[in-house]
């Protein structure tokens, strides 16, 4: 086989590879905020989302109305599954306090995260979604970059 032919061959492994193997989802977690308010709608819950294809655990934590789900699934399909139910459902809307840009000033709506939790502004449709980061005027004080900043001499 000659130089052409070996180009030829490496091309052809090359284009044909992405048609012998069928996109495989990634192993994740969808995490969602479900109305649940007995054990009858919790298990309804977890019946329908077990239910779903590539599904390999479905925990739920009725006390924080949160439900995970664990798999080779994507989220939209999770989430029109559970409001499948007729249950209130959305995308698990809160992130760890220690996640976001501090100092953090709380909002109203933080008062409905649980304990440890703020509302992530990015999942809420009703706010601009920007975050303001505020800069410690202490680190700006003696900053280079800051032509007005004090000098200690």
Request: charged residues 25%; positive net charge.
């Amino acid at each position: 086989m000659g130089v052409g032919g070996t180009l030829e061959y490496l091309s052809d492994l090359v284009n044909n590879s992405g048609h012998k193997h069928k996109k495989k989802k990634q192993l994740q977690t969808v995490e969602l905020k479900v109305r649940m308010d007995c054990d009858g709608c919790e298990l309804k819950v977890k019946n329908a989302l077990s239910s779903l294809t590539g599904v390999k655990s479905v925990e739920i934590n009725r006390k924080q109305q949160k439900v995970s789900v664990t798999g080779y699934v994507e989220p939209n399909k999770v989430l029109k599954k559970a409001k499948s139910t007729g249950k209130r459902a959305e995308i698990w809307p809160y992130v760890p306090y220690n996640l976001v840009a501090q100092p953090y000033i709380a909002q109203a709506y933080d008062k409905k995260a649980p304990p440890g939790y703020v509302r992530n502004v990015d999942n809420n449709p009703s706010s601009t979604g920007t975050v303001t980061k505020y800069e410690d005027p202490y680190t700006t004080m003696f900053s280079d970059d800051n032509p007005n900043a004090c000098s200690i001499m």
